[in-house]
């Protein structure tokens, strides 16, 4: 972990401990990494069950997993980074470094903005939030997490082609949004993505298994969709998902070096490395933003639209979700948590007043993610 001593809390783990033992008992993960920072110090690290059950292959503190949208607030950071060197600017139209990615609205191509890719509200959609005859599914757009090989160009023009489902700025979806922003900073810097994330982010922070490909394939967790038991995930696999048209993965998607670098979910990373990222925001950027910017990154920065994948009582800075109303909500997270989670099976959760970071990484699917495990944890780690 770094610069991140460690100072065990017996009391915590006394009440994570039966947490993370049930839901390995009852076969709803296969395996788990769970880090809880305070006061940036490490209060609590566990790696438990398998990272490969089949090779019988135990889950280890530094295994690397599918980060899915744990990317995110990578991607996030290293935008903003660019934005602070005045790189590229929030306010910039996509058409001013992606002049073919002009999707229309209602037969009017309006202006979308580098802040509205950043913010999930620039009108796009991802292809798990349809129905089976949604445009991204007719069209074949990529989530990010499927479709190996898929490049930038045919991409781009399938989000063109499938349209905008609301005029930009009009309200919030969860979106491919940060995948086009990728490809705008990748022609704004004339670099891959990976190498503005590694050069702006993850170098800066000693990130050493964060990345665009899996750093040691020995220490790679295998996926696995819910069960019980977990069920191994072959090279495609679809989790149903609020009776829409599930999400779709394809775990080796990371090793093929034609798919696009998805700003949204294609990133590998390990427990302890994200850990490390969330310190550093917390802390005041670490280097990589500054304080007022990192701060930003845990604002609210949509106004009153509603965060339709949380619910009531969320707004949605950079990055993540930021809780505005626990007892609309109805979540034990306190006002000003900022928070996400990733569909290979990840939460994590920060709150700047307390000076607490949690991050729960396992290799199932969306037990982890969103299923009781998860909630169980992040309750237990904010209320103590």
């Not at 039966?18 to 395996?31: H, K, N, Q, S, Y």
């Not at 880090?35 to 019988?56: C, H, P, S, T």
């Not at 004339?190 to 982010?201: I, Q, S």
């Not at 845990?298 to 800075?317: C, E, K």
């Amino acid at each position: 972990m770094g610069q991140i001593a460690d100072r065990p809390d017996t009391a915590l783990a006394a009440r994570l401990d039966p947490i993370v033992d049930a839901a390995l008992a009852e076969g709803r993960i296969a395996g788990a990494v769970v880090l809880v920072g305070r006061r940036g110090e490490r209060a609590y690290a566990r790696a438990a069950g398998q990272a490969d059950i089949e090779a019988g292959r135990p889950m280890a503190l530094h295994a690397i997993f599918r980060a899915s949208s744990l990317t995110k607030p990578i991607v996030t950071a290293a935008v903003l980074s660019l934005v602070e060197d005045g790189v590229i600017g929030l306010d910039d139209p996509v058409t001013r470094y992606l002049p073919d990615f002009q999707p229309k609205w209602q037969g009017q191509v309006p202006t979308i903005t580098l802040r509205h890719l950043l913010t999930h509200t620039a009108g796009l959609s991802y292809g798990f939030m349809q129905p089976d005859d949604g445009p991204y599914l007719k069209l074949g757009v990529s989530d990010g997490m499927d479709q190996p090989g898929l490049g930038f160009p045919e991409e781009l023009k399938r989000i063109t082609e499938a349209g905008l489902f609301f005029p930009p700025g009009a309200a919030w979806l969860y979106s491919v949004g940060l995948d086009v922003l990728g490809a705008a900073v990748q022609e704004a810097t004339g670099r891959t993505l990976g190498e503005v994330v590694a050069e702006r982010v993850t170098r800066k922070l000693g990130l050493v298994d964060t990345g665009f490909t899996v750093s040691d394939r020995t220490r790679l967790a295998k996926a696995y969709s819910d069960g019980p038991p977990p069920k191994p995930m072959g090279a495609t696999h679809t989790v149903p998902f609020a009776e829409l048209s599930g999400i779709r993965f394809a775990p080796d998607r990371i090793f093929d070096p034609g798919s696009f670098p998805s700003g949204g979910a294609g990133m590998a990373c390990s427990a302890p490395d994200f850990h490390a990222f969330l310190e550093a925001m917390l802390h005041g950027g670490g280097g990589v933003v500054s304080a007022e910017t990192a701060r930003d990154m845990m604002t609210n920065q949509t106004g009153a639209h509603a965060i339709v994948t949380s619910g009531a009582g969320w707004g949605f800075g950079f990055g993540g979700a930021v809780m505005l109303d626990p007892a609309a909500s109805g979540s034990p997270l306190p006002v000003g948590a900022w928070m996400w989670g990733g569909v290979y099976g990840h939460s994590w959760f920060v709150d700047p007043a307390s000076q607490t970071s949690f991050v729960l990484m396992t290799n199932t699917s969306t037990e982890g993610m969103s299923g009781r495990l998860s909630q169980e944890l992040m309750a237990a780690v904010a209320g103590g």
